[in-house]
């Protein structure tokens, strides 16, 4: 923000001087403009335009560098389930947990990446129960959160 202003001061003052220094000529009755004036207004409009484009230049690399990058030790969170999700159910084996289908449906968009192999059926008093085995998620690699 800084450049970008002082390359705008620097171009509202070039053109001030040299419009003014224009209009003194064109007072004195000699219209022309010699080869070393057109360089030299040249050079300054290159210079100008050079300055500008560093400051955009320098700009976008600050983006770059300020983006967070990601951390490799943290889990993919397409692999993190919800943990409400995991619930106790007796059937006539005892106690067993699981991580129900329309809970997990409902609270996580990657259904369709769950292994097959930690799909389980349970039978309780009130019927059957959907879903998956969370100790097979985890070994898989998912977590819940």
């Known amino acids: 923000m800084k450049r970008t202003l002082i390359a705008l001061g620097l171009a509202t003052a070039l053109a001030f001087t040299s419009a003014t220094a224009t209009q003194a000529q064109n007072y004195g009755g000699n219209n022309q403009i010699s080869g070393q004036e057109a360089i030299g207004g040249i050079v300054a409009l290159l210079l100008l335009g050079a300055a500008i484009k560093h400051a955009k230049d320098d700009n976008n690399e600050t983006r770059q560098n300020d983006a967070p990058k990601r951390d490799v030790n943290r889990p993919n969170r397409r692999n993190v389930l919800p943990a409400e999700c995991v ?3 007796r059937t006539s084996q005892g106690t067993r947990r699981l991580a129900v289908r329309r809970c997990i449906q409902r609270n996580y968009n990657h259904v369709s990446r769950l292994p097959d192999r930690c799909a389980r059926q349970l039978w309780t008093s009130r ?15 998912f977590r819940f959160r």
Request: net charge positive; glycine share 16%.
């Open 87 to 89: 619930r106790e159910f």
């Open 127 to 141: 019927g059957e129960r959907r879903g998956w085995a969370p100790r097979c998620l985890r070994n898989q690699g």
